[in-house]
Each structure stands twice: as structure tokens, then as C-alpha cells.
């Protein structure tokens, strides 16, 4: 299967779904990443770049990038075009996404242009960030305990947003493993992450 995750800046869904990503990843399945940003409000741009391209490259997949600016993407024809034509190239299986309800606003924005570029696409998962609100998943969840290392290795290769939480020295990789604890246990399960689904086929639930 081609696998799409879209994210509005580096290290967006290796938050919300890097151990999934991974996990397709094992399973021989190909991965593609759309970052939208180069994420330049919250460091520098070449770095944070190559801090991706480390990520991509623990993952095997194909990066691409958005091009547009860090806290600056319109909710225009533009960005719907740009998520439009990595679709076509791509042909994706599966996409994930950032969640509608967030309070960063390029995450509101590239969710939005999602709904619109995906409107023929079968499966499409949102993923949650730090950022996210109102985040109720009910059906949806992925077992990461045996991947979870290799999460937590994707976050470490954006070194330079380690501390970016700004939430009381907590690191993102603090975060992110109480994260996916938490989803663990809403799923009965120790450590997994969770997915609000715009469309799911149910012959697609067992996918590795």
C-alpha cells in the first residue's frame, strides 16, 4: 500500500503517528511524507529540514515539502492544489492528517484543505499534536508498545524541538509516551496511538 501523512511543520505526525508510520513501514508498505512548512517560526529552516530528512530516512520513505510559510498557510486554492497534486502522484491508500480542532492555526488550515483534496479518497485518518483540542477517539487505535522506541527515535531526530512544548520543561518525548500511554489505555492496550476517522473502509482495518 502507498501510505500520505501530511503535516503542517517537521515533526507533526511523528507525534501523532509515527509509530503507525512506522509500523507500515515494517510491513513493506510505502511511506510518503508532506510537510508542509519548513517550520521556520519555531527554528531554523535548513535545520529543521534536515532534522526531517533524518526522520524520513528511520522511516524509508519519499519526503516532500509544501513550500509555503511557517504560520502563514491560506485556507486558499493553493493549498488545496498542493495536497491535490501530491494525491495524484502519490496514489495513497491511506492518508493521515492533522485533527480540524487545534489551536495553531496551520494545523486548522492544512486539516481543512484536506477534507477538500480528499474528497475521493476512501481512508483518511486525523492524528493528534500537543495542540490538538477536543480530541475523542472511539474506534480507532493503533498497538505502538513494540514500536515505541522507534517513535520516540523519530521525535529525537527533530533535536532542535525536543523542548518545544513549552509546557513546564516537558519534552516532546515526554509527551508524546504519556500520550500514547493514555490512548493505550482508553484502548486496553499499554502504549497506542488514535485516530479520528473523515472516511475508513472496514476491509482496511487490519492493516498490518
Known amino acids: 500500500m502507498n501510505i500520505l501523512a501530511i503535516g503542517a511543520h517537521p515533526d507533526d505526525f ?33 535545520l529543521r529540514q534536515k532534522e526531517q530528512e533524518r526522520s524520513a530516512k528511520i522511516l524509508k520513505a519519499k519526503l516532500y515539502w509544501g513550500r509555503f510559510s511557517d504560520t502563514q498557510i491560506p485556507l486558499q486554492k ?15 491508500n491511506f492518508i493521515f492528517s492533522l485533527f480540524p480542532n487545534d489551536t495553531h492555526q496551520d494545523h486548522r488550515t492544512v486539516s481543512q484543505a484536506t477534507v477538500t483534496a480528499t474528497r475521493y479518497v476512501h481512508n483518511v485518518l486525523f492524528y493528534e499534536t500537543p495542540s490538538t483540542i477536543d480530541f475523542t477517539p472511539a474506534s480507532v487505535f493503533v498497538d505502538i ?3 515505541l522506541n522507534k517513535k520516540l527515535e523519530l521525535l529525537k531526530a527533530h533535536k532542535s524541538q525536543v523542548f518545544a512544548t513549552r ?15 493514555f490512548r493505550g489505555v482508553q484502548n486496553r492496550v499499554k502504549y497506542a496511538e488514535a485516530f479520528v476517522p473523515l472516511r475508513l473502509a472496514m476491509n482496511n482495518l487490519n492493516a498490518f
Do not use: W
Open 14 to 46: 511523528e507525534y501523532g503517528c509515527g509509530g503507525t508510520l512506522y509500523k507500515y513501514s515494517q510491513a513493506k508498505h510505502k511511506i510518503n511524507l508532506l510537510v508542509m512548512t519548513r517550520g521556520d517560526m519555531g527554528g531554523k529552516a535548513d
Open 78 to 92: 493553493e493549498t488545496i492544489n498542493t495536497i491535490e497534486f501530491f494525491i495524484k502522484k502519490i496514489k495513497p
Open 145 to 147: 508498545e513494540r514500536v
Open 167 to 181: 509546557i513546564a520543561n516537558l519534552s516532546i518525548l515526554e509527551a508524546s509516551q504519556a500520550t500514547a500511554l
